[in-house]
């Protein structure tokens, strides 16, 4: 099983190597650029490879057609500073990578170009423009000099306008009235705080990750699937696409209502204007005509959009800024308020009186006349929170900002900043000027008091529009973002198809059908709630995404945004959810639930991304600091458990004794070892690095739970002192070293017979299809090979082992493992595959039979080992049988029996003993079961090793030569002719000789001892592994 490839020269033993890879050759491959299959080369590109490759025949090459690349001048001849790929001498300076398409986010952010070291490179025409060293995603954010058509707004105009205008929408004009009647003064000022705060902690958040790097087409997405993954983000993304399609039908029909409440045939004010029929058709034909006119502005483009933006914005600014001269220049007057056309009544606007903002201090709720349900804190607050969710409008347009890590951040905190003072000042104002009765009976009550009640309107029609506007060509943009990360298949696949000027239309045309079935719901209030918890989901999310990478510690997040903190993310997180649950629990687990629906979809369709996973930072965080608290010098025998170090020359014919150890670690530390024969001095780059994918992707195709480690050595055996040497980390180290057997059966190949290897989908997560696996392993070796593993090299590396104080187990005949066995097709009939088969223990040493005692270190590490695989689940029906060797003369035996039984009772071990007389082979062996040799047993672990190492050493050489091979094979009948179909044997494996000369005879008997049992496992133990107290 121990495996050694050479780079140049076939070894027999291995088997044929495939041609030599990139590794092995003369120059290391250089890194291809992204889809390089289907994709052209850009000119620079090719410049910089023909470049390259005459760097490295020596000769000069022109960067342009005139001798010049944009004034930086490359002096003929001078090549001294440029270092081609794969050049081994560490001498030459500078470097040289082809550039690479800066097209995604994965794309590195540096692409190193030629550079001037000296003056000397100077030539006339070196003040022009020079390429730039860094280039940011699409090259424009950074000073790279493609320009994205797409990203032309500003900070103001792409962030500040749309955010303002979102967050003050039909709330600002329609239900300041709503809240302060219901919720009183006080308690709307702690609902606004409340939002505030929440919304605050989410914009610290937001501004953290958008300043950590290149933010591209998507918002809150983006930022959250490029730091939680594919999973988390798509689930909360599709969600907060939800929440923005509900949101711009909420301001929809809030438009309607305010139409309908001064146009409608049963509208209250003005008199007489009562022009348009009312009823649930015609309010969803009404709502239908707006969102149409919202689709006909999103599909022309941003740049539009952002024009009537700015235009609204100015507008809704003029009204706001009349209905707070209003509160001053308006006398106090009686306000009629008719409901329903047949029943009205009066009420005040008493201007700044204290006795009324008395009256308005406390909460009243009452029932609400829009949806005639009675009021409540949540539910008011579920309303008045509409007003605070549109802090996300402006990172929704990240894909159309020029600068999107630098506006999102402003423009956000300036939106939210001005909201409030607005909402602050209009909550204070109402509360001192206006009857709680007015409050309550008209939620457009702005109209009645200000200086000329058309401006109200105009706001309100205009708010209420853009806001639908802005929800709508946000929406848009995230499930762009969603279909061209191809989440959700085909479903979502038209939504990647976009204009000539980058507008993805067909999104816009998925978001405006989807608000229209919004709008057969027909009232405002009654879908507030779920917009609020959806988009409460969301912004826990990008809380939660911010904590992470917090937590995580990476040194690559360095936002340059700090007013942040671990406290600041964990109270958004805990903030949205607890707000959630109080607006409506139900709504609240339905959100939750489907999130994880989404997000178990996810998992299980979609492919292995390129983004980063920040669990893998937050595993990586937790690991290190828990291996640190894992300290060796607190070990305690009760709680060991086997760290094997497997060691595998070719994956094709041992995958069976891999699967094998993997049920027999419990838990504990399994790492496949490998060594690859060359000498790095000798090799332009390390050749290791380069196999792991295909090792890992092994791995994950057998199923088992294993580490890989991988070393470049001279020689197999100094390869492996290696791997026992740095294999793991503190208190994870291998305690136990497992060797295929040192025979010449012809290993057969495991990956012909399984169907994971056969049948598996062309490519794995990670980019190895299925012939570049196959093609990496080569074949398993044939009979006339000639082996590359002398034997002396095979029992040193045990040898070693043994010195290095490690466990050692030798793995014969696992080919045959699963041989006549049923295939496993159910978690039952795998529990049932082993039922009536047994796992033999043979505790004695048989090489050794001198030895008098079977309760050795090495024999209870057998019994340990063996007990191990039992609680395996599939091997759980199997059962264990312990072998106890007596001579017919021997009148104690019925005492040993009962002491070995007393023994497996203190260690909770169930098994059979069984007894079987062997008269014949001692015989055979010449020396009586009782003589034992020097210092009573010299394969004891636990003797001492100082005046007596020259006598073990003495007896272990002697001991060789008197076992002979017709005793050899009598035990191996012994073995064969015990009852019952085994599974598996457990053996005694006796020290090597100390006399390297018997390395080759010590081997020999093994093998004769071991000549067809099927599988068998050789174990010497060195280690304490049972224990008996509690």
């Known amino acids: 099983m121990l495996g050694r490839r050479r780079t140049r020269k076939h070894p027999p033993w291995v088997g044929r190597e495939p041609a030599p890879g990139p590794a092995f050759s003369s120059h290391a491959t250089r890194p291809s650029p992204p889809n390089s299959k289907d994709t052209c080369l850009p000119l620079q590109e090719i410049r910089l490879l023909c470049l390259h490759r005459a760097a490295r025949e020596g000769k000069p090459f022109p960067l342009s ?34 550039p690479q398409a800066m097209s995604t986010e994965s794309s590195p952010l540096l692409s190193y170009r030629l550079f001037r070291v000296s003056s000397e490179c100077e030539m006339p025409g070196g003040g022009q423009e020079e390429a730039p060293l860094v280039v940011g995603v699409a090259g424009s954010a950074t000073g790279g000099s493609h320009h994205d058509p ?119 004010d003005p008199p007489g204007a009562k022009a348009l029929p009312q009823g649930y058709l015609y309010s969803f034909l009404y709502g239908s005509v707006v969102l149409l006119v919202c689709l006909l502005v999103c599909l022309v483009g941003s740049h539009i959009y952002s024009r009537a933006a700015f235009f609204i914005f100015l507008v809704v600014n003029a009204v706001l800024i009349t209905i707070f001269a209003s509160f001053f220049a308006v006398s106090p007057r009686e306000i009629v308020v008719s409901r329903d056309g047949n029943h009205s009544f009066n009420a005040s606007f008493t201007g700044f009186n204290v006795s009324t903002l008395r009256d308005n201090m406390y909460a009243m709720y009452s029932r609400d006349y829009t949806t005639n349900n009675i009021m409540s804190f949540a539910t008011v607050f579920a309303v008045m929170f509409n007003g605070c969710t549109g802090i996300m409008a402006g990172s929704n347009m990240s894909g159309e900002l020029k600068n999107a890590s630098s506006s999102i951040p402003k423009g956000t905190i300036i939106a939210v900043v001005y909201t409030f003072v607005i909402y602050f000042l209009l909550f204070f104002m109402t509360s001192f000027t206006c009857e709680r009765a007015l409050l309550k009976g008209d939620y457009g009550f702005f109209r009645a008091i200000n200086v000329w009640p058309p401006f109200v309107l105009i706001g309100i029609y205009s708010a209420s529009l853009s806001a639908s506007m802005s929800n709508l060509i946000g929406a848009s943009r995230i499930l762009h973002a969603l279909a061209k990360d191809d989440l959700f298949g085909i479903v979502l696949a038209p939504a990647k198809i976009v204009s000539k000027g980058g507008n993805p239309w067909v999104a816009v045309l998925y978001t405006w059908a989807l608000v229209q079935l919004v709008l057969f719901v027909g009232k405002l209030n009654t879908i507030a709630s779920i917009v609020t918890v959806f988009y409460l989901v969301a912004y826990a999310a990008v809380d939660l995404a911010c904590l992470a990478l917090e ?125 690859e024969i060359g000498d790095l001095d000798t090799m332009p780059s390390d050749p290791i690095q380069a196999h792991y994918n ?231 062996h010449g020396h009586p079961q009782h003589a034992a040799g020097p210092q009573g047993d010299p394969e004891r672990s636990d003797l001492p090793s100082g005046a007596e190492k020259p006598a073990r050493e003495t007896y272990l050489n002697a001991a060789t030569f008197q076992v002979t091979d017709e005793y050899l094979a009598s035990v191996n009948d012994l073995l064969l002719k015990q009852g019952g179909q085994t599974a598996v044997r457990f053996l005694y494996l006796p020290r090597p000789p100390a006399d390297t000369s018997q390395y080759e005879r010590y081997l020999e008997q093994l093998a004769i001892l071991t000549t067809d049992l099927g599988p068998t496992l050789l174990i010497h133990g060195l280690t304490p592994v049972t224990c008996t107290e509690l």
Request: proline share 5%; with cysteine.
């Open 694 to 924: 295909f090792w890992l992707s092994l791995v994950d195709k057998l199923s088992i739970k294993a580490f890989v480690d991988l070393t470049l050595s001279p020689s197999v055996r100094q390869g492996t002192q290696h791997l026992l040497r740095i294999t793991g980390l503190g208190g994870m180290k291998p305690n136990t070293l497992v060797l295929g057997f040192y025979d010449d059966c012809v290993p057969e190949d495991y990956f012909l017979q399984d169907p994971a290897f056969s049948q598996a989908r062309e490519n794995d997560e990670f980019g190895v299809d299925l012939p570049a696996l196959q093609a990496h392993f080569p074949p398993v070796r044939e009979a006339e090979s000639q082996r590359a593993l002398r034997p002396s090299e095979y029992v040193a590396i045990i040898s070693d082992a043994v010195k290095m104080h490690k466990n050692v187990c030798l793995a014969r005949y696992f080919h045959l493992l699963e041989k006549d066995l049923p295939p496993s097709s159910s978690s039952t009939s795998s529990k049932r595959r082993f039922e009536g088969r047994y796992i033999d223990v043979w505790p004695l040493n048989l090489l050794r039979p001198n030895s008098p005692t079977y309760v050795d270190i090495c024999s209870l590490f057998l019994l340990q080992m063996a007990c191990i695989l039992t609680m395996v689940s599939s091997w759980k029906a199997a059962r264990l049988r312990i072998f106890l060797c007596v001579e017919s003369g021997d009148v104690g035996w019925v005492s040993k029996e009962e002491k070995l039984r007393e023994l497996l009772t203190k260690l909770r071990i169930k098994a059979t003993i069984k007894i079987v007389t062997w008269d014949q082979v001692v015989a055979l």
């Open 65 to 98: 057609r005139g001798g010049k690349r944009r004034g930086a001048p490359w002096p003929p001849g001078n090549t001294r500073n440029v270092r081609t790929v794969g050049d081994a001498d560490p001498d030459k300076a500078g470097s040289l990578r082809p």
């Open 150 to 268: 797409a990203r032309q707004l500003s900070t103001f105009f792409g962030v500040i306008v749309p955010t303002v205008l979102s967050m003050f929408s039909i709330v600002v004009f329609m239900r300041v009235g709503f809240v302060i009647g219901h919720a009183g003064f006080l308690q709307s000022l702690l609902m606004l705080v409340v939002a505030y705060v929440i919304i605050s902690l989410t914009v610290l958040s937001v501004c953290a990750i958008s300043t950590n790097g290149a933010v591209q087409a998507g918002g809150a997405y983006f930022m959250i699937s490029r730091t939680l993954g594919p999973e988390f983000g798509g689930s909360i993304g599709l969600m907060f696409y939800l929440a923005n399609v509900c949101a711009c039908g909420v301001y929809v029909l809030g438009l309607v209502e305010a139409i309908l409440d001064d146009f409608g045939a049963d509208g209250s």
């Open 551 to 675: 937590w995580a510690s990476a040194p690559n997040f360095r936002p340059t945004f700090q007013v942040f903190s671990w406290h600041t993310c964990l109270l958004g997180i805990v903030s949205c959810l607890v707000m959630m649950f109080l607006i409506s629990a139900a709504g609240a687990s339905g959100s939750l639930g489907l999130m994880l629906l989404l997000l178990g979809f996810i998992h299980l369709r979609s492919a292995a991304s390129s983004w980063g996973y920040i669990s893998q930072a937050l595993i990586f965080h937790q690991v290190r600091k828990y291996l640190l608290l894992l300290d060796i010098r607190k070990d305690h025998v009760k709680f060991w458990r086997p760290q094997i170090l497997l060691m595998v020359a070719n994956p094709r014919g041992s995958s069976q004794l891999m699967k094998f150890i993997n049920h027999l670690k419990k838990g504990g530390l399994f790492v496949l070892g490998h060594v």
